[in-house]
């Protein structure tokens, strides 16, 4: 029996979408691949529907960077309500704790030292984490007490943008896996007054910043599709190059080893090789030579 041939093309780039809010980050790949009739496509670094802002999405040969891109430096600003904390942490879920008291800025800045550095953090009960192979917030809406461990993450920068009583809105800059609606809730415990997140927008994902995001509304445009696609090097940004020839970028692509030369050849490290300016592959090196762990489909 033959098999159904696909219709769909062969796309290879990175497009960071500025996700609006409502929308799944799931939802919103769905919709870019509509767009750009992809055959493969998948985020960098999932965002809830609250949530707007940053949200890397690779296609095609672009997948294979996807790892370094969602292990990079985030930065988000996030806006937090006192006076309830909610089973979700943030404003979609149910209230479950009220408190009248509001906290000044000098008492929220007192502890912003203790969210900074590497932290032991509890995930919100409504997350993706997985337990004995179900996702938390699947747990947690069938009604489980979710009992999720500490983790250990990193927070570089915690800050106070404005503060207005009721509410303050903060910048933080973190490494994987940290939680803002975390932040929001525990801060709240600790200044008696309880809190959740209102308002949370990403603006850096790894080498992406706000500058190089653009909105359904952008892309869907006349022209707007290609002016938003950036190429596969783009994921891998913050590694550093080996710049190979044509025959040595051959020997990488069939899985060979290459022994590094030169003065500013890496003695160690993760790096990637390109030829002609395409990425060829990526991989460790060790003992002054690349091995290859991922190869790249692409013409050069």
Not at 56 to 69: D, L, Y
Not at 201 to 224: K, N, S
Not at 227 to 246: F, H, I, K
Request: aromatic share 6%; net charge negative; glycine share 10%.
């Amino acid at each position: 029996m033959n098999q159904k041939k696909s219709n769909r093309a062969v796309v290879d780039g990175w497009v960071v979408l500025d996700k609006p809010v409502g929308m799944t980050s799931t939802q919103a790949v769905s919709r870019l691949k509509r767009v750009y009739n992809a055959k493969k496509a998948g985020h960098a670094g999932t965002l809830d529907p609250l949530a707007s802002g940053i949200l890397p999405v690779a296609f095609g040969e672009a997948t294979k960077t996807v790892p370094f891109v969602q292990d990079g430096e985030k930065s988000y600003l996030f806006t937090v309500r006192w006076g309830a904390e909610t089973n979700t942490d943030d404003s979609d879920g149910e209230i479950v704790e009220t408190s009248e008291a509001r906290p000044e800025r000098q008492a929220i800045e007192a502890l912003l030292g203790q969210f900074t550095g590497d932290i032991q953090q509890v995930p919100p009960q409504f997350s993706a984490i997985k337990i004995a192979g179900e996702r938390a917030y699947d747990l947690a809406r069938e009604g489980e007490i979710v009992e999720l461990q500490p983790r250990r993450v990193t927070i570089h920068r915690l800050v106070i943008i404005e503060h207005l009583g009721d509410e303050t809105k903060l910048q933080m800059d973190c490494g994987k896996g940290a939680y803002v609606r975390a932040i929001a809730r525990d801060l709240g415990r600790l200044l008696g007054c309880f809190g959740h997140v209102t308002e949370l927008r990403r603006t850096r994902v790894g080498p992406f910043v706000e500058d190089d995001a653009f909105g359904f509304e952008e892309i869907e445009a006349e022209d707007g599709a290609g002016e938003a696609m950036l190429s596969v090097e783009a994921g891998l940004a913050e590694l550093p190059c080996v710049v190979v020839d044509r025959d040595a970028a051959a020997r990488l692509r069939r899985g060979g080893s290459l022994i590094l030369r030169g003065r500013d050849a890496p003695i160690g490290g993760v790096v990637y090789a390109a030829c002609a300016g395409t990425p060829i592959a990526f991989g460790e090196v060790v003992e002054g030579a690349l091995e290859p762990s991922r190869v790249f489909n692409l013409p050069f």
